[in-house]
């Protein structure tokens, strides 16, 4: 731990941008090209501009009915409802507002579960999901259910043979992501959600990385619980929202007790500027998914071309295909990750998840693939953007093609 506490220290110290005369510690961001945007999104200045009313005079409650300060905020609150709900066609009453995927996924999961759990003991899940999806479902064992984690093939791709076997009259739910947050890779939401029909369990999906980045309507495709999260979409961190079916209805215990607000899903007081701010991120995003998703595509590939073109070695990590227009997942072979992200000090990266940066072990996402234990050490995950640029894309092949270079040279000498 102490190790790994030290690592992160000097790779702060590493951050401070050279050329600034500024004391270190203030201007660390200047100058730098942010390229991890499956950690976590800018927030649109359209986002921000919405909410700001919110936090000064429209301050109100969004509960409170007697007065013109709680109506505002109330009729603010469900038109950020409705713009959410739109987005992958929902009703506005089938969206639970919540403290972002976490808890949405926390709240899916134990809810269905612990709901049903005298008929239906049964939970599925898949080994490459997300840390929040895989404790809640520990957590679940620990409390006496039966769980099975079904594996992914070498593509990242749920193996659809065995999740069959796999769910049965027993299960009450399935939950299996949209896009995973590593690999990009993008589950087949169809095929699972028609297995999990045909067995009467409940299809829950993680969309935190896929929402805005792909079309998702739950009026076509069989899923039952949605969890997304506006900080992933150039929306405020600390909201997301689970979309939970009406019709045929869906079923939960609540994980948060209190005033029984949120069809008493979810108590508590509404944060109506982050609802506002997810509201206008939603908005933005059905309008412009289409052709942001073309560009941000474009960015990508000339990423992908570009590193691959200049080096040798370079691995595309999950399905060349089957993946968000902004994700890359790249092993450089012969090249430890950390080493290679310390060597480009203006390029904000991850060498795999946010929540798990601070390790040192291989990703247990690459593990589930069959990646070599060495090449998933050499990985480092680009999340391209809304808001990056040809001449960043061009200026980080630059940087990594001198650094990989330089790396593998040393190696050699
Ligand atoms: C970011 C993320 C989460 C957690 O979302 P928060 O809103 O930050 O709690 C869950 N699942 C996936 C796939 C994610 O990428």
């Known amino acids: 731990m102490s190790e790994d506490m030290d690592l992160e220290a000097r790779q702060r110290e590493d951050y401070v941008v050279e050329e600034l005369p500024e004391p270190a510690g203030k201007n660390r961001i200047v100058a730098s090209i942010y390229l991890d945007n499956q950690a976590t999104t800018p927030t649109d200045p359209r986002v921000t501009e919405a909410m700001l ?3 000064t005079e429209k301050f109100g409650n969004p509960h409170s009915a007697d007065h013109g300060y709680g109506w505002d905020a109330e009729d603010a609150v469900e038109q950020a409802r409705a713009q959410v709900a739109a987005l992958i066609g929902a009703e506005p009453r089938e969206i639970i507002f919540t403290s972002g995927a976490t808890e949405a996924n926390n709240l899916a999961i134990k809810g269905a579960a612990r709901f049903h759990m005298e008929r239906k003991p049964h939970v599925v899940t898949c080994t490459t999901e997300h840390k929040c999806v895989l404790e ?9 259910h039966r769980v099975t984690f079904v594996p992914v093939l070498p593509d990242g791709l749920i193996d659809l043979a065995a999740l069959k076997r796999a769910v049965n009259e027993e299960t009450s739910v399935v939950s299996v992501m949209a896009a995973n947050n590593e690999i990009g890779v993008l589950q087949p939401l169809e095929e699972i959600g028609a297995i999990c029909r045909e067995k009467g369990a409940y299809f829950h999906s993680d969309a935190a990385q896929a929402i ?13 619980l949605l969890s997304i999260s506006a900080h992933k979409a150039y929306g405020p961190m600390g909201i997301g929202a689970l979309f939970v079916r009406r019709r045929p209805r869906v079923r939960l215990e609540a994980e948060i007790d209190g005033g029984g607000q949120e069809r008493g899903l979810r108590s508590g007081t509404l944060p109506a500027p982050l609802c506002v ?8 995003a059905r309008e412009e ?5 073309k560009r941000v595509g ?5 990423l992908y071309r570009g590193l691959s073109a200049a080096l040798t070695g370079v691995h595309l990590n999950g399905h060349p295909t089957q993946r968000l227009s902004g994700n890359l997942n790249l092993s450089f072979a012969g090249v430890d990750a950390a080493a290679l992200l310390r ?40 999340g391209v953007g809304r808001f990056n640029s040809e001449a960043e894309i061009d200026a980080s092949i630059t940087m990594l093609v001198a650094a990989v270079s330089k790396i593998r040279a040393e190696n050699q000498g």
């Open 289 to 293: 998914m289409e052709e942001e998703v």
């Open 343 to 382: 060597a480009v000090p203006k390029l904000c990266l991850s060498t795999g998840s946010a929540c798990t940066s601070a390790s040192v072990e291989p990703s247990y996402v690459l593990q589930a693939l069959g990646v070599d234990a060495d090449l998933a050490r050499g990985s480092l995950r680009f």
């Open 136 to 144: 809640s479902v520990r957590r679940l064992e620990r409390e006496g």
């Open 298 to 302: 474009a960015l990508t590939k000339r």
């Open 212 to 224: 805005g980045k792909i079309p998702i309507d739950v009026r076509e495709t069989p899923i039952d």
């Open 277 to 284: 701010g997810f509201g206008e991120a939603a908005r933005i």
């Open 53 to 55: 009313p919110y936090f």
